[in-house]
């Protein structure tokens, strides 16, 4: 889908090159991205799901609940599935392989993230 220009005339854009890549052949091929489509989600947690061939990535927000048919007394949370990306195996290993870089390279930079709350550091004031 193209973008809309002022004067109502399809914007023909071509995807910027944001990447190249080696074939097997040693023959280089650029990668263009098509944004025009692009949306951004926030997601505070995932659930992770996979049959023999797929992984399923369901990513939405984690949050208190108080409505219909909660114990009193008792904390609930709900977890809103806002999107759900499916991949193959091979897609899945090359995004925990790119995560793992990426989160290193961050806490050479800013510090180990500690996952369990209660170690964390509280700032001082």
């Known amino acids: 889908m193209a973008a809309k ?11 910027e090159v944001h990447a190249t890549a080696q074939t097997n052949a040693d023959q280089q091929v650029r990668i263009r991205f098509d944004e025009q489509n692009l949306r951004t989600s926030y997601a505070n947690n995932v659930r992770i799901n996979a049959t023999a061939d797929e992984v399923l990535l369901d990513f939405g927000l984690l949050g208190p609940y108080s409505g219909p048919g909660q114990t009193p007394g008792q904390a609930e ?3 809103t599935v806002g999107e759900r990306i499916v991949m193959n195996f091979f897609q899945a290993k090359r995004l925990a392989l790119a995560l793992g870089q990426l989160i290193r390279r961050h806490e050479e930079q800013f510090g180990e993230l500690e996952l369990d709350v209660t170690k964390r550091r509280r700032p001082t004031t």
Not at 5 to 15: H, W
Request: proline share 21%.
């Open 5 to 15: 220009s002022d004067a109502g005339v399809p914007n023909e854009k071509p995807p």
């Open 77 to 79: 949370f709900v977890f």
